[in-house]
């Protein structure tokens, strides 16, 4: 008899995007097996899409959201999304999704939806950055740092990510400082060609490494520093169409840090250059320095 295969973290990623139908635009979430102490955030994000975006009829793309995270999810339980749909338009439409677990809300987002169209066009030129084939995989950085990395290491991965710099931790064992991060992401194997699903993972990848910058600036680095981050909100600009099982690099930066919190910005763009998609995200972040 022939083993069954393993499942991958790709397949995973899929199996969580594929929502539960419960009632009237109303959908259900679950958690994976590999979690950390609250619901990721790209979680929400990806699973919200997929929610707002099944309502939605044609084809139809989301080019914008906006969203808020208000109470750390629980791990353990399922997520309800109720999806709200303020207007269907012509060329556009509006929904409001909200996150909940025991009838408290985890999570509103605000999608636009809007047909595609041609007009003006420009773009910011994207970094130079050497091509993904020839850097190591994330797995290759985690090396003589498992253990004080655990929670990186042991997460679900279902994107093939590749740093056109060094990670923070690198980083800090030689002493240097980045204003800037440039990571090259694509899911870890191929997509259905539905385009809500390359949203959607697009959505999921874009929690992870984003608020880099804020911490690279200072020297600091996770799990070698004591640091508190959690996501306030986080918005997402879709340009144009794409596939994310396709090379896209993230360049990341961030423009200013206060009040206990950090902006980031950042910028997906695909192998050819063109600028795919821009997101903005607001941080708690939290530092706390050894004792002297």
């Known amino acids: 008899m022939s083993e069954v295969a393993a499942k991958t973290d790709l397949q995973t990623l899929l199996e969580l995007l594929d929502l539960e139908r419960t009632g009237e635009d109303t959908y259900r979430g679950r958690h994976p097996a590999q979690v950390g102490s609250r619901t990721f955030g790209g979680q929400l994000i990806s699973q919200a899409l997929v929610a707002a975006g099944r309502t939605v009829s044609g084809e139809r793309a989301v080019h914008a959201i906006n969203a808020h995270f208000i109470r750390g999810g629980d791990v353990k339980e399922p997520i309800e999304y109720r999806v709200e749909r303020h207007r269907d338009g012509r060329a556009f439409a509006n929904r409001q999704v909200t996150a909940l677990q025991n ?43 498992e253990d004080r990395l655990k929670m990186f290491v042991d997460a679900l991965k279902p994107i093939d990510m590749r740093y056109a710099n060094d990670p923070s931790w690198i980083m800090k064992g030689t002493g240097e400082k980045l204003t800037h991060n440039r990571v090259w992401m694509k899911s870890d194997g191929d997509l259905p060609d539905d385009p809500l699903i390359h949203v959607a993972v697009m959505g999921y990848s874009s929690d992870t490494t984003v608020l880099d910058s804020i911490i690279t600036t200072h020297g600091l680095s996770w799990g070698l520093d004591r640091i508190v981050a959690a996501t306030v909100n986080h918005s997402i600009w879709f340009h144009r169409p794409f596939r994310f099982d396709d090379w896209t690099l993230y360049a990341t930066e961030s423009p200013v840090a206060a009040g206990s919190r950090g902006l980031a910005t950042g910028r997906f763009f695909s192998l050819e250059g063109e600028l795919l998609a821009t997101v903005v995200q607001e941080g708690l972040i939290r530092h706390f320095p050894p004792r002297k």
């Open 103 to 145: 009838g408290e809300e985890l999570f509103v987002m605000l999608a636009a939806f809007q047909d595609w169209g041609k007009g003006l066009e420009h773009a910011v030129e994207v970094p130079d950055v050497p091509f993904p084939d020839t850097l190591p995989p994330l797995g290759d950085h985690f090396l003589g740092y």
